[in-house]
């Protein structure tokens, strides 16, 4: 565990300003003080964990191996006209009408 000196100096390096500047949020003092306190502590978290032993265990992306979980890509019969169609909101001579979204 850490000292109340060693959490001031964790929270002390949390740059809250850089951060909200980067998620493009405004905040209060109030708002930085609290997301500095919670930061520090996620931090503080991770300073315990680093100091687990870990020597002989193999790093793993996942807590259980796993396989190749994707199926088949079978081909399949393509939808008719009238069935793909059916679902659009809008459409004109076997075609979907989209919203115009470039000017």
Do not use: C, W
């Amino acid at each position: 565990m850490t000292t109340g000196t060693e959490k001031n100096h964790i929270g002390a390096e949390v740059d809250v300003d850089h951060i909200a500047t980067l998620a493009r949020i405004h905040l209060t003092e109030s708002e930085k003080e609290e997301l500095r306190k919670n930061l520090a502590s996620i931090l503080e978290h991770f300073r315990e964990l680093s100091s687990v032993n870990v020597d002989g265990i193999e790093p793993s992306a996942h807590a259980f191996p796993l396989y190749d979980v994707l199926r088949e890509d079978d081909a399949a019969g393509a939808f008719d006209v009238q069935t793909a169609l059916s679902n659009a909101p809008k459409q004109r001579s076997g075609l979907i009408i989209v919203p115009k979204v470039i000017e």
